[in-house]
């Protein structure tokens, strides 16, 4: 395992196994004019899913994501064989990889996808600086993730592990490429805000009790414990700017425990 490490030299994310970088464009392996068109892309949107044993948890809930983001942004169905035909090549047989679907507009409707190596969040909880931001169509896991990277960036610069994003209105809305959740032992509480509903914030729905209410940083000391969700899997926090937050063991391990048991689709 190696560690990924971000410009000011902290180790930022976890990779596991051996190095690769595929793209695969409509069903076929990516050419020279294929890549160009796939990094000029600007409008459009995407899933990320983390590949083990050549499976991945939520398959239907990345398609689910897909098909709706094209209808609202393209005004057209999704090929999901296609979509499923790329991700495949894309993986050139690699097991494990950190795959990204992108369907975007470039010269026609453009089903785009990515493996990478595989990601894992960093061993230990998170500490998050909380920014005020707030993604515009928070609901579409959108190109154009400039403003999120940025505000990582500098939180990590400042020592902490990510950004959070707060409304104008001071309530927590997600993290820059996750969801912020907290447990009270027996519930799942998320913000009440616009957000993305993340993939894994989806199943841990189906596996234990959940709602959502407003939450603000000055909240979340309530709560017996607070993590954040994506791909990678769950994460507990441990503090938010320079408010610390106490972990309860049985209150998070529940909601890993809950993750875990997800069953694995055949990608």
């Given at each position: 395992m190696t560690g990924v490490r971000t410009l000011d030299g902290s180790a930022a994310v976890r990779t596991l196994g051996a190095m690769i970088d595929h793209v695969a464009i409509d069903g076929r392996a990516a050419g020279a004019a294929?890549?160009?068109?796939?990094?000029?892309?600007?409008?459009?949107?995407?899933?990320?899913?983390?590949?083990?044993?050549?499976?991945?948890?939520?398959?239907?809930?990345?398609?689910?994501?897909?098909?709706?983001?094209?209808?609202?942004?393209?005004?057209?169905?999704?090929?999901?064989?296609?979509?499923?035909?790329?991700?495949?090549?894309?993986l050139r047989g690699e097991p494990d990889a950190s795959v990204r679907v992108i369907v975007a507009e470039r010269d026609g409707l453009r089903v785009i996808a990515t493996a990478a190596p595989a990601h894992a969040w960093p061993a230990g909880p998170q500490a998050l600086?909380?920014?005020?931001?707030?993604?515009?169509?928070?609901?579409?896991?959108?190109?154009?993730?400039?403003?999120q990277a940025h505000l990582g960036l500098?939180?990590?610069?400042?020592?902490?592990?990510?950004?959070?994003?707060?409304?104008?209105?001071?309530?927590?809305?997600?993290?820059?490429?996750?969801?912020?959740?907290?447990?009270?032992?027996?519930?799942?509480?998320?913000?009440?805000?616009?957000?993305?509903?993340?993939?894994?914030?989806?199943?841990?729905?189906?596996?234990?009790?959940?709602?959502?209410?407003?939450?603000?940083?000055?909240?979340?000391?309530?709560?017996?414990a607070v993590f954040m969700t994506n791909s990678w899997g769950v994460v507990p926090v441990c503090r938010v700017g320079d408010l610390p937050l106490k972990t309860d063991e049985t209150a998070m391990a529940r909601v890993a425990a809950a993750y875990e048991g997800v069953p694995w689709d055949v990608l």
């Amino acid at each position: 395992m190696t560690g990924v490490r971000t410009l000011d030299g902290s180790a930022a994310v976890r990779t596991l196994g051996a190095m690769i970088d595929h793209v695969a464009i409509d069903g076929r392996a990516a050419g020279a004019a294929d890549l160009g068109a796939a990094v000029a892309a600007r409008y459009g949107h995407f899933t990320a899913m983390q590949v083990r044993g050549g499976r991945v948890r939520g398959l239907a809930l990345h398609l689910d994501r897909l098909r709706e983001a094209t209808r609202e942004l393209f005004g057209t169905a999704l090929d999901e064989e296609l979509v499923l035909a790329t991700a495949r090549l894309a993986l050139r047989g690699e097991p494990d990889a950190s795959v990204r679907v992108i369907v975007a507009e470039r010269d026609g409707l453009r089903v785009i996808a990515t493996a990478a190596p595989a990601h894992a969040w960093p061993a230990g909880p998170q500490a998050l600086l909380p920014v005020p931001y707030r993604r515009y169509l928070p609901h579409i896991k959108h190109l154009g993730g400039f403003p999120q990277a940025h505000l990582g960036l500098r939180a990590r610069a400042e020592g902490f592990d990510d950004a959070l994003l707060v409304g104008p209105d001071g309530l927590i809305s997600e993290g820059t490429i996750a969801n912020l959740g907290c447990s009270d032992g027996e519930r799942i509480v998320w913000p009440e805000a616009p957000m993305l509903r993340g993939i894994t914030m989806a199943l841990l729905e189906g596996e234990l009790p959940a709602e959502r209410r407003p939450l603000t940083v000055a909240d979340l000391p309530a709560h017996p414990a607070v993590f954040m969700t994506n791909s990678w899997g769950v994460v507990p926090v441990c503090r938010v700017g320079d408010l610390p937050l106490k972990t309860d063991e049985t209150a998070m391990a529940r909601v890993a425990a809950a993750y875990e048991g997800v069953p694995w689709d055949v990608l």
